[in-house]
């Protein structure tokens, strides 16, 4: 059977056991690689304890690979056990575990990442967010007859609204055109926008 290839894998890497040089050696090998702050206050929920401190890490190729192929490309930090990801946005949320307020949250700004691995923190919001976000356009585009796409994107331009960028152009696109769709059909005229969000 052939083995399943993807383009974004994931794996633990625990302090003890590691060369106190591996930033350095994944950088000489070339691996684009996000790494997430120590995790070094998750808790057992089974035991009360607290877990051996580690790392989590995801890398991010253009082409696809196996499974084998990482663990020989990780072979100088022993690495035995990778998994690949089916969702490269969640697992970078999961860096933090910004969508599980029961675990620590881990600070976003000590996100490392190397080999010009993208992160697009815009994106690392939690799932209640993002639809606190969504209602606060919904409100905004029905109190402010927006009729165009085109005019709530140059609001959020204007007023640098990044979590309200992100929610337009990954996640909610096609609920928001049709929302305008039907302002613009109702007859009214679009007055000037002003930003009436309340904070």
């Known amino acids: 059977m052939k ?3 993807a383009r974004v894998f994931a794996w633990m890497q625990y302090p003890e056991s590691t060369p ?3 930033l ?5 090998i070339r691996i684009p690689v996000a790494i997430s ?16 401190p580690h790392y989590h890490c995801i890398c991010d190729f253009e082409g696809k690979k196996s499974v ?10 022993d690495i035995k056990h990778v998994e690949i990801v089916n969702s490269k946005a969640s697992y970078m949320r999961y860096l933090c575990h910004l969508d599980d307020p029961d675990k620590y949250q881990y600070p976003t700004s000590e996100i490392k990442a190397l080999g010009g691995i993208v992160i697009d923190l815009a994106r690392v919001i939690t799932k209640e967010e993002r ?15 927006v009729r165009e796409l085109e005019k709530l994107m140059e609001f959020i331009e204007i007023n640098i609204l990044d979590d309200w960028f992100d929610v337009a ?18 007859g009214v005229n679009s007055d000037k926008l002003e ?5």
């Open 37 to 52: 702050p120590l995790h070094d206050k998750d808790v057992d929920t089974e035991t009360g304890e607290v877990k051996k």
């Open 195 to 199: 930003d009436r969000r309340e904070e």
């Open 169 to 186: 152009t990954n996640s909610h696109t096609m609920y928001l055109t049709k929302l305008i769709a039907s302002v613009r059909h109702s």
């Open 131 to 145: 639809s606190r976000i969504l209602k606060d356009m919904t409100s905004f585009i029905r109190k402010e007859r």
């Open 20 to 22: 106190d040089d591996w």
């Open 68 to 77: 084998a192929q990482i663990i020989e490309m990780l072979e100088p930090l």
């Open 24 to 28: 350095e050696i994944l950088e000489d």
């Open 3 to 5: 083995e399943k290839r």
